[in-house]
Nanobody, 119 residues
Framework: VQLQASGGGLVQAGGSLRLSCAAS????????VGWFRQAPGKEREFVAA????????YYADSVKGRFTISRDNAKNTVYLQMNSLKPEDTAVYYC?????????????WGQGTQVTVSS
């Protein structure tokens, strides 16, 4: 599986962005997918995850109620809708897949897309 994250950019606080994670590979629909982020000088952290069929989702407390993860297996794509963005959401966002569960391990990673939120 190869992953391509896109949709990042510069947005003002309170704004919205939608990230996409497009996958190649016919088995994508069987994988859980997670979004992670890494801010400068910080460790990578979990943001959200979705089960292979989209039936179950998980969120970090810091984004709960503001971000929504979804997927369209027919398009081999997972989305992260980000609303009410805050400067502390600034980071490189990565998507990753797991053949096991929404808890990982995540073994395929995309290249990342930069999200910058200005105050």
């Amino acid at each position: 599986v190869q992953l391509q994250a896109s949709g990042g950019g510069l947005v003002q606080a309170g704004g919205s962005l939608r990230l996409s994670c497009a996958a190649s590979g016919h088995t994508f629909g069987r994988y859980a997918v997670g979004w992670f982020r890494q801010a400068p000088g910080k460790e990578r952290e979990f943001v959200a995850a979705i089960r292979w069929n989209g039936g179950v989702t998980y969120y970090a407390d810091s984004v709960k109620g503001r971000f929504t993860i979804s997927r369209d297996n027919a398009k081999n794509t997972v989305y992260l809708q980000m609303n009410s963005l805050k400067p502390e959401d600034t980071a490189v966002y990565y998507c990753a897949t797991s053949r096991v569960s929404t808890s990982g391990p995540f073994d395929y990673w995309g290249q990342g897309t930069q999200v910058t939120v200005s105050s």
